[in-house]
Protein backbone atom coordinates (compact mmCIF):
# COMPACT_ATOMS: atom_id res chain seq x y z
CA UNK A 1 0.00 0.00 0.00
CA UNK A 2 0.92 3.46 -0.80
CA UNK A 3 0.75 5.89 2.38
CA UNK A 4 -1.81 7.75 0.82
CA UNK A 5 -4.02 4.60 0.74
CA UNK A 6 -2.78 4.13 3.99
CA UNK A 7 -3.94 6.84 5.57
CA UNK A 8 -7.55 6.75 3.63
CA UNK A 9 -8.15 3.10 5.32
CA UNK A 10 -7.01 4.42 8.74
CA UNK A 11 -9.89 7.11 8.01
CA UNK A 12 -12.60 4.21 7.15
CA UNK A 13 -11.30 1.58 10.01
CA UNK A 14 -10.23 3.91 12.62
CA UNK A 15 -12.20 6.99 12.12
CA UNK A 16 -11.43 8.16 16.28
CA UNK A 17 -7.94 8.27 14.60
CA UNK A 18 -5.71 11.62 13.85
CA UNK A 19 -3.57 10.47 11.64
CA UNK A 20 -0.50 12.32 9.52
CA UNK A 21 2.20 11.63 7.22
CA UNK A 22 5.45 13.94 8.89
CA UNK A 23 8.24 15.10 6.56
CA UNK A 24 11.78 14.28 7.74
CA UNK A 25 11.23 12.32 10.62
CA UNK A 26 12.86 8.97 8.97
CA UNK A 27 15.78 10.75 7.64
CA UNK A 28 16.86 13.61 4.65
CA UNK A 29 17.00 13.12 1.27
CA UNK A 30 12.79 12.59 1.47
CA UNK A 31 11.03 13.50 -1.79
CA UNK A 32 9.42 16.69 -1.19
CA UNK A 33 5.48 16.18 0.03
CA UNK A 34 3.19 17.68 2.17
CA UNK A 35 0.94 16.45 5.63
CA UNK A 36 -2.02 14.35 4.71
CA UNK A 37 -4.85 14.48 7.40
CA UNK A 38 -6.92 11.02 7.90
CA UNK A 39 -9.26 11.32 5.06
CA UNK A 40 -6.23 11.20 2.63
CA UNK A 41 -6.45 14.50 0.73
CA UNK A 42 -3.91 16.61 -0.38
CA UNK A 43 -0.54 16.40 -1.23
CA UNK A 44 0.99 12.43 -2.36
CA UNK A 45 2.94 11.14 0.45
CA UNK A 46 6.18 9.73 0.11
CA UNK A 47 7.39 6.43 1.31
CA UNK A 48 9.72 7.48 3.13
CA UNK A 49 7.75 9.74 5.45
CA UNK A 50 6.70 8.21 8.25
CA UNK A 51 3.13 7.91 9.17
CA UNK A 52 1.39 8.88 12.62
CA UNK A 53 -1.49 7.69 14.56
CA UNK A 54 -2.51 8.95 17.25
CA UNK A 55 -5.60 6.96 18.86
CA UNK A 56 -7.39 6.78 22.04
CA UNK A 57 -6.78 3.99 24.39
CA UNK A 58 -9.79 1.73 23.57
CA UNK A 59 -8.27 1.97 20.03
CA UNK A 60 -4.93 0.78 20.96
CA UNK A 61 -4.84 -2.48 19.80
CA UNK A 62 -6.79 -2.51 16.63
CA UNK A 63 -4.70 0.74 15.41
CA UNK A 64 -1.84 -1.72 15.85
CA UNK A 65 -3.29 -4.61 14.19
CA UNK A 66 -4.38 -1.85 11.48
CA UNK A 67 -0.45 -1.09 11.38
CA UNK A 68 0.65 -4.68 11.16
CA UNK A 69 -2.24 -6.27 8.99
CA UNK A 70 -3.19 -3.37 6.53
CA UNK A 71 0.05 -1.00 6.59
CA UNK A 72 2.23 -3.74 6.76
CA UNK A 73 4.56 -2.31 9.49
CA UNK A 74 5.35 -6.04 10.68
CA UNK A 75 8.58 -4.82 12.72
CA UNK A 76 8.48 -3.82 16.22
CA UNK A 77 10.79 -1.67 16.89
CA UNK A 78 10.64 0.12 20.00
CA UNK A 79 7.76 1.50 22.49
CA UNK A 80 8.35 3.84 25.56
CA UNK A 81 6.46 6.54 26.73
CA UNK A 82 7.03 10.22 27.92
CA UNK A 83 5.31 11.87 30.80
CA UNK A 84 2.93 14.68 30.20
CA UNK A 85 2.43 16.23 33.33
CA UNK A 86 -1.16 16.51 34.10
CA UNK A 87 -2.12 15.42 30.46
CA UNK A 88 -0.83 11.74 31.97
CA UNK A 89 1.47 9.27 29.65
CA UNK A 90 1.91 9.34 26.08
CA UNK A 91 2.89 5.89 25.15
CA UNK A 92 4.51 5.41 21.56
CA UNK A 93 5.30 2.45 19.60
CA UNK A 94 7.38 2.78 15.98
CA UNK A 95 6.97 0.00 13.73
CA UNK A 96 8.27 -0.58 10.61
CA UNK A 97 7.77 -2.44 7.18
CA UNK A 98 10.81 -4.30 5.84
CA UNK A 99 9.21 -4.54 1.87
CA UNK A 100 8.53 -1.01 1.82
CA UNK A 101 10.33 1.12 3.97
CA UNK A 102 7.53 3.16 5.75
CA UNK A 103 7.73 3.77 9.14
CA UNK A 104 4.49 4.45 11.28
CA UNK A 105 4.18 6.07 14.85
CA UNK A 106 1.51 4.60 16.94
CA UNK A 107 0.48 7.01 19.96
CA UNK A 108 -2.04 6.96 22.52
CA UNK A 109 -2.61 9.25 26.23
CA UNK A 110 -3.59 7.33 29.46
CA UNK A 111 -4.91 9.12 32.03
CA UNK A 112 -2.37 9.57 35.58
CA UNK A 113 -4.36 8.11 37.47
CA UNK A 114 -5.57 4.86 35.64
CA UNK A 115 -2.50 4.14 33.52
CA UNK A 116 -3.69 1.52 31.95
CA UNK A 117 -3.35 -0.28 28.57
CA UNK A 118 -3.91 -3.27 26.83
CA UNK A 119 -0.45 -5.06 26.27
CA UNK A 120 0.62 -5.70 22.60
CA UNK A 121 2.44 -8.91 23.05
CA UNK A 122 -0.28 -10.84 21.08
CA UNK A 123 0.59 -8.67 18.10
CA UNK A 124 3.94 -8.40 18.60
CA UNK A 125 6.10 -10.26 21.19
CA UNK A 126 8.96 -8.18 20.49
CA UNK A 127 6.93 -5.68 23.18
CA UNK A 128 7.24 -7.84 26.08
CA UNK A 129 10.97 -6.10 26.52
CA UNK A 130 9.60 -2.67 26.11
CA UNK A 131 6.14 -3.11 27.90
CA UNK A 132 8.10 -4.29 30.81
CA UNK A 133 10.87 -1.36 30.70
CA UNK A 134 8.24 1.14 30.27
CA UNK A 135 5.90 -0.45 33.33
CA UNK A 136 9.34 -0.05 35.37
CA UNK A 137 10.42 3.36 34.59
CA UNK A 138 6.84 5.15 34.14
CA UNK A 139 4.52 2.70 36.20
CA UNK A 140 2.35 2.40 33.13
CA UNK A 141 0.45 -0.88 33.38
CA UNK A 142 -0.06 -3.61 30.79
CA UNK A 143 -3.21 -5.61 30.87
CA UNK A 144 -2.57 -9.07 29.35
CA UNK A 145 1.14 -9.36 29.73
CA UNK A 146 2.51 -12.03 30.80
CA UNK A 147 4.82 -11.16 33.65
CA UNK A 148 5.67 -7.28 33.94
CA UNK A 149 8.29 -8.30 36.64
CA UNK A 150 11.33 -6.00 36.76
CA UNK A 151 14.10 -5.78 33.95
CA UNK A 152 16.70 -2.67 35.08
CA UNK A 153 15.68 -2.05 38.54
CA UNK A 154 16.43 -4.30 41.49
CA UNK A 155 13.12 -5.48 43.27
CA UNK A 156 13.18 -3.65 46.30
CA UNK A 157 13.65 -0.09 44.00
CA UNK A 158 10.61 1.94 44.86
CA UNK A 159 8.81 4.68 42.11
CA UNK A 160 9.36 4.95 38.53
CA UNK A 161 12.38 6.82 38.09
CA UNK A 162 11.12 8.33 34.25
CA UNK A 163 8.37 10.13 35.91
CA UNK A 164 9.00 13.96 36.14
CA UNK A 165 7.98 14.53 39.56
CA UNK A 166 10.88 11.37 40.98
CA UNK A 167 12.35 13.10 43.63
CA UNK A 168 16.30 12.91 41.99
CA UNK A 169 17.49 10.91 45.06
CA UNK A 170 21.34 11.76 44.18
CA UNK A 171 21.29 14.99 43.83
CA UNK A 172 19.59 15.33 47.65
CA UNK A 173 22.11 13.16 48.92
CA UNK A 174 25.12 15.68 47.80
CA UNK A 175 25.47 19.59 48.78
CA UNK A 176 24.97 21.88 45.71
CA UNK A 177 28.18 23.01 44.56
CA UNK A 178 27.33 26.85 43.46
CA UNK A 179 27.89 29.69 45.26
CA UNK A 180 24.46 30.64 44.05
CA UNK A 181 20.92 29.39 43.12
CA UNK A 182 20.97 28.78 39.03
CA UNK A 183 19.73 32.59 37.93
CA UNK A 184 20.78 34.14 40.61
CA UNK A 185 23.41 36.91 39.44
CA UNK A 186 24.83 37.51 42.87
CA UNK A 187 25.40 35.51 45.92
CA UNK A 188 22.63 36.05 48.77
CA UNK A 189 22.39 35.22 51.96
CA UNK A 190 20.32 32.49 51.12
CA UNK A 191 23.33 31.21 49.01
CA UNK A 192 24.87 30.73 52.11
CA UNK A 193 23.15 27.95 53.59
CA UNK A 194 22.94 24.29 51.83
CA UNK A 195 20.79 24.62 48.56
CA UNK A 196 17.99 22.60 47.55
CA UNK A 197 19.65 21.44 43.88
CA UNK A 198 17.35 21.31 41.26
CA UNK A 199 14.80 18.29 41.03
CA UNK A 200 14.11 17.98 44.43
CA UNK A 201 11.24 18.96 46.35
CA UNK A 202 11.77 20.96 48.98
CA UNK A 203 11.50 19.03 52.69
CA UNK A 204 13.37 16.26 50.75
CA UNK A 205 14.32 13.57 52.05
CA UNK A 206 12.50 13.73 55.46
CA UNK A 207 14.63 13.99 58.61
Not at 14 to 39: I, K, M, N, S
Not at 106 to 111: C, D, I, Q
Amino acid sequence: MTPGEVLAEAARLLPAARCAAERGVTGAGAPEAGVTGAAGTGPRVSAAETITMDVPRQDWLAALAFARDVAGCDFFDWLTAVDELDQGFAVVVHLYSIESGQHMLVRTLVPREDPLLPSATGLFGGAGWAERETHEMFGVVFDGHPGLTPLLLPEEFEGHPLRKDFPLAARAAQEWPGAREPGEREASERSRRRLVPPGVPEGWPPP
